[in-house]
């Protein structure tokens, strides 16, 4: 049983320990959730890659159209997809090697969280590394 404080430990955890980013679902779009995760993400310091079948770069950045397309190592896998797509790409995740899943905000699955953990992943779900890292700003700023 996973205690209220576990998911947001696993998610300080995973924005202490990895630095690249795959972003699933990224958009071109300004105004869609993940063009300004993949924003913050990079002004925090960290790569992001962006995963998409729709286009050939995002922010500036090569865009792929799969994780298994993707030629370098993956450390988190950050999945802005419906939650009945989830799963497909929890298991891509863990086919590459990825070292965490982090599903965003409405994204749940529980099944595929599992497995990921069963594989020895680190899984946040329904949460947003952007908000995430301001909050850890905000606890830094109160301190």
Request: hydrophobic content about 40%; some cysteine.
């Amino acid at each position: 049983m996973r205690t209220p404080d576990e998911p947001t430990a696993v998610a300080d955890r995973i924005l202490d320990r990895y630095r690249t980013f795959a972003v699933v679902g990224a958009s071109n779009r300004p105004n869609r959730p993940s063009h300004g995760v993949m924003g913050v993400l990079e002004r925090h310091g960290y790569h992001v890659i962006p995963v998409t079948p729709t286009a050939s770069e995002v922010r500036g950045h090569q865009a792929y159209p799969a994780l298994a397309s993707v030629p370098e190592p993956i450390d988190v896998v950050d999945i802005f997809r419906r939650s009945d797509a989830a799963g497909e790409h929890v298991d891509e995740a863990v086919a590459v090697g990825a070292r965490a899943v982090w599903m965003q905000l409405g994204v749940i699955d529980e099944a595929a969280a599992q497995r990921a953990r069963d594989a020895g992943l680190e899984v946040v779900m329904d949460r947003c590394p952007a908000i995430e890292l301001s909050r850890r700003e905000g606890e830094r700023a109160s301190a």
